[in-house]
């Protein structure tokens, strides 16, 4: 049985009971892409760490710990959000997916116009990506991009932790970091914010208040969105190919820079 349909099961009981109050505040979170930790839980909920793991014992968990994990990963991986009746019919009558509907090409015209800033002034730019994203669509802007500012890619996480050694703070790390396997992507853009190398990020909404605990500029972070209720290849394809749109942008405006000069 799925994660969402336990802590449904222990909702529908509707007894107010502290385990009722504990699921109900984690699959409302959940429904908004908000995880937290067992600290912050015990706190909103003014319960102990102990009172957290016996619940999450109950459902078939070691603890939270395990408990959040598989609910992060079933979330992204199945697109389960809550839909209302309106939202099911609007699903239904979807026949033709437009990607430019998923862009705000405003709000994301001046993010590209800001990363091109930082690209310009880094010394290096070292790009670094979750297993999700298209790397013949990163080698090719890594090439391009490499003509003008030194560049590195490698889709080898030896080679990405060796390079993490060597960086310096005028530097700049690009993380793209969408799908499941974000785990070292995290632990990365901790070991740059600890040692000052600037970096800049592309997410999906589902893992934004992750990455925004690393990165208090948001301007350094850029957003594309996805629609649940749809298949798992589907939704893949709808951040690939937003990805695709903003790599686009901005190579367009960096090559541009170059033949200008």
Known sequence: MRIREKLKNVIKTNDKTLNYQIANFILKNAYNNVFLKSKEVSFKLNISKSTLTLF??????????????????????????????????????????DINNFIDRLEIQKKVDFFVQEINRTNRLVIISSQENDFKLLTLFSQIVNNNKQTFYYNNRKFERSLLTILKPNDTIFFFMTGLDIDEILNYISIAKDNNINFLIITSESHFSKVVKYQDDLNKIITIKSISGLTRETRILIRLNQINIILTNLIFKLTKQVHKK
């Open 56 to 97: 999450s014992k109950k459902l078939g968990y070691e603890g939270y710990g395990e408990l959040l994990h598989k609910l992060i990963a079933e979330m992204e991986f199945y697109g389960l959000k809550e839909q209302t009746n309106n939202q099911d019919k609007e699903l239904d009558l979807i026949d033709w997916i």
